[in-house]
């Protein structure tokens, strides 16, 4: 079976500055990992994923995460973030073969000018 | 491309009614799911369909709560009776076959029992 941690429910930052979103996973078996952005009033839509190869994993909007197996960690992180980027974030982890999803808790980045 | 469609947006009804909530998949999707949302608890996995058949209905919450998907191109989640605890947002999701395929996720029905 699969867990997921993510132990920031919430993050203020400044505009411009960077940010960590931190994410850590348990599993008996190989993982694919995700991250999901929800903005108000909206589905959760996929923002990056790991599957395989290149441990380092990038958004089309700056976000970036890192897969890392010695420590089952996969934080999310932007070095400058824009007020747009306020929302919620969700880490979700499935092993391989199996058929859902397991997702964090969440976690509210808030943005301020 | 469409994406998955939710409907209603909104649902506002009296304790003890019955509350239908409808979803349609993306085409072509084997996986639907079914989820809830809420402050207190999060997201929690409802129910899951695979090729139309039941996987998992661990997450239903009572027996008041119910789901069907017909064919591939539809499905409902139901409440009856509904009662106030039952409010959140209820969210509808596909994917295709494999656990390396992300779900695709609806805009939700925020469903409001008075």
């Known amino acids: 079976a699969q867990s997921v941690t993510q132990l920031d429910s919430q993050v203020p930052v400044f505009e411009e500055a960077p940010v960590e979103l931190r994410c850590n996973y348990s599993?008996?078996?190989?993982?694919?990992l995700f991250w999901y952005v929800q903005y108000p009033n909206q589905g959760l839509q996929l923002l990056l994923k790991y599957l395989s190869g290149s441990t380092l994993v990038e958004s089309i909007n700056g976000f970036e995460a890192e897969f890392n197996k010695s420590q089952t960690s996969f934080h999310l992180r932007k070095p400058s973030v824009h007020i747009s980027d306020t929302a919620e974030y969700f880490c979700?982890?499935?092993?391989?073969?199996?058929?859902?999803?397991?997702f964090g808790t969440g976690t509210r980045l808030q943005v301020f000018p | 491309d469409a994406g998955v469609i939710q409907s209603p947006r909104h649902e506002v009804t009296e304790m003890g009614q019955e509350v239908t909530l409808r979803c349609k998949p993306i085409?072509?999707?084997?996986?639907l799911f079914w989820y809830r949302q809420t402050m207190m608890r999060g997201l929690e996995l409802l129910i899951y369909?695979?090729?139309?058949?039941?996987?998992?209905d661990s997450g239903m919450p009572e027996d008041r709560f119910s789901a069907k998907m017909p064919n591939a191109s539809f499905s409902t989640l139901k409440i009856q009776p509904s009662e106030p605890r039952d409010s959140a947002v209820y969210f509808c999701?596909?994917?295709?076959?494999?656990?390396?395929?992300?779900?695709?996720f609806g805009d939700g029905t925020r469903l409001s029992i008075l």
């Open positions: 979700a982890v499935s092993g391989y073969n199996t058929d859902k999803l397991i």
């Open positions: 999701a596909s994917s295709l076959a494999y656990s390396n395929q992300p779900q695709h």
């Open positions: 085409s072509g999707h084997d996986y």
């Open positions: 369909f695979n090729n139309n058949v039941p996987i998992d």
């Open positions: 599993s008996s078996v190989s993982v694919y």
